[in-house]
T-cell receptor, first 110, second 112 residues
Framework: KQEVTQIPAALSVPEGENLVLNCSFT??????LQWFRQDPGKGLTSLLLIQSSQREQTSGRLNASLDKSSGRSTLYIAASQPGDSATYLCAVAGNTPLVFGKGTRLSVIA | NAGVTQTPKFRILKIGQSMTLQCTQD?????MYWYRQDPGMGLKLIYY???????DKGEVPNGYNVSRSTTEDFPLRLELAAPSQTSVYFC???????????FGPGTRLLVL
């Protein structure tokens, strides 16, 4: 059974810092890995999707990497801003639809 | 495009009551999903559908039923509501299994 773990559970950084969020998964037989953002009381917004054949994806200040063999992904956020404050969820798709981690709650302090 | 819409936004149910959570997407996606999210937890898959007339169980299907008579709609039925079903329910859709999922705003359900 696929299990997804996200570390840390919460993170607080000053504005302008670069930061890395971590995601690990136990079964490397995946189709893709997705990173989502969730604001309090809201639904999920897709940030990046990495296919199993890819090593990374970039969108603006966000860069996600995937190392399928080691079961790890990172989400790099450059020059963080207060508007980046949210919960970031990692999810993997394999033989079943998406399996989610519990998320990392990010606070960017102005 | 409205994307994925869900109704109601919030509902309080008494133990033993039944209700249907509505989900509609206007992107002509084949795949649709229902998740629940408990506080401090990730999302858990309840049911999913790969097209009209085809549904399958996810990780936590007990106490729920679904149907998919059209491409656009994927309602979730709660029979005999229990306090353990207090949660936030999200519906999502995607064009294909390997593509991005688009989420609705969620339905917050409280069972007392």
């Amino acid at each position: 059974k696929q299990e997804v773990t996200q570390i840390p559970a919460a993170l607080s950084v000053p504005e302008g810092e670069n930061l890395v969020l971590n995601c690990s998964f136990t079964d490397s037989a995946i189709y893709n890995l997705q990173w989502f953002r969730q604001d309090p009381g809201k639904g999920l917004t897709s940030l990046l999707l990495i296919q199993s054949s890819q090593r990374e994806q970039t969108s603006g200040r966000l860069n996600a990497s995937l190392d399928k063999s080691s079961g790890r992904s990172t989400l790099y956020i450059a020059a963080s801003q207060p508007g980046d404050s949210a919960t970031y969820l990692c999810a993997v798709a394999g033989n079943t639809p998406l399996v989610f981690g519990k998320g990392t709650r990010l606070s960017v302090i102005a | 495009n409205a994307g994925v819409t869900q109704t109601p936004k919030f509902r309080i149910l008494k133990i033993g009551q039944s209700m249907t959570l509505q989900c509609t997407q206007d992107m002509n996606h084949n795949y649709m999903y229902w998740y629940r999210q408990d506080p401090g937890m990730g999302l858990k898959l309840i049911y999913y559908s790969v097209g009209a007339g085809i549904t399958d169980k996810g990780e936590v299907p007990n106490g729920y039923n679904v149907s998919r008579s059209t491409t656009e709609d994927f309602p979730l039925r709660l029979e005999l509501a229990a306090p353990s079903q207090t949660s936030v329910y999200f519906c999502a859709s995607s064009r294909d299994f390997s593509e991005t999922q688009y989420f609705g705003p969620g339905t917050r359900l409280l069972v007392l």
